[in-house]
């Protein structure tokens, strides 16, 4: 069984600051891609960033150029760098580890809470 622990969210100010880090417990090579998805309060959840196996890059445009996806291969981490953030981008944030071709499955996350408001 494959497991993605997300941690870092909180409060902060509009214009702010905050890194999340997504700690898995099998090797994040042996998955297809890790993202972050995020679901505000009304709303679908959404993708706000993805990384395959092979470094490819995606971003919602609401999010590019602010935030930054990144990872940690021996430690089985990826994170969520959040730059300039606003208050639409209040919501939960889950982890997602594509597991598709060795493992047969997808893995969410319980979510992190973060909330941008002055």
């Known amino acids: 069984q494959v497991q993605v622990v997300e941690s870092g969210g909180g409060l902060v100010h509009p214009g702010g600051s905050l890194e999340l880090s997504c700690a898995a417990s099998?090797?994040?090579?042996?998955?297809?891609?890790m993202g972050w998805y995020r679901q505000a309060p009304g709303k679908e959840r959404e993708l706000v960033a993805r990384?395959?196996?092979?470094?490819?890059?995606n971003y919602a445009d609401s999010v590019k150029g602010r935030f930054t996806i990144s990872k940690d291969n021996a430690k089985n981490t990826v994170f969520l760098q959040m730059n300039g953030l606003k208050p639409e981008d209040t919501a939960v944030y889950y982890c997602?580890?594509?597991?598709?071709?060795?493992?047969?499955?997808?893995?969410w996350g319980k979510g992190t809470l973060v909330t941008v408001s002055s």
């Open positions: 099998k090797s994040i090579l042996s998955m297809g891609a």
């Open positions: 997602y580890a594509d597991g598709r071709n060795m493992y047969g499955m997808e893995y």
């Open positions: 990384i395959t196996i092979l470094g490819r890059l």
